[in-house]
């Protein structure tokens, strides 16, 4: 049985209206932590000029790959299993990486381990496409997002909604260039960045 989340259902449709754009001149995407594989399958089908490699944690590969199955579509590679503790990311040499709804799940160490193996995998002048919640000078931008945060906080500490400026350094320091912040419904953004040549 392939899983399913609502939320994925909901975003995909104005998350590829962006991609469209940011994504119209790239040719390999990783997918960071591609959850059910709805958004693979929905992302590939509607850019076939990409190819669309899906990862997620060993566990959740089975999930992906029934979608795929489903779909047959011909530029999704098969799942890679990918975890941002990993000394080694199994993939190089991809001009754009996508990832949505992970930043504020993880803890802050580990969004730091994944920008570090971001940067090793990604081309020079490559284009890193994050989607999620983000609070602005330290604030929340809804009280939706305080009351999601205080939710992500009761299962994990270590997570929660995170600083907009904190990630965006975090970029900086490992050699990207913001491009874009872009407004999402449901109060969530799409962060892009640019991997200097």
Known sequence: MKPYAESSEKNKAPILAVLREIFADRKRVLEIASGTGQHAVHFAAELPYLTWQPSELSQNLAG?????????????LAPLAIDVNDERWPVSSVDAIFNANTVHIISWAEVERMFAHIAQ?????????????YNYDGKFTSESNARFDAWLKS??????????????????SH????LRDIDMPSNNRILVWHAQE
């Open 64 to 76: 992906i790959q029934a979608w795929l199955d489903e779909a047959q579509l011909p530029n999704v």
């Open 121 to 133: 995998v990604i081309e020079p002048g490559g284009c890193l496409c994050l989607y999620g919640p």
């Open 155 to 172: 299962r994990n500490p270590n997570s929660g909604v995170r600083d907009f400026e904190a990630v965006n350094r975090l970029a900086v």
């Open 175 to 178: 050699g990207f260039v913001l």
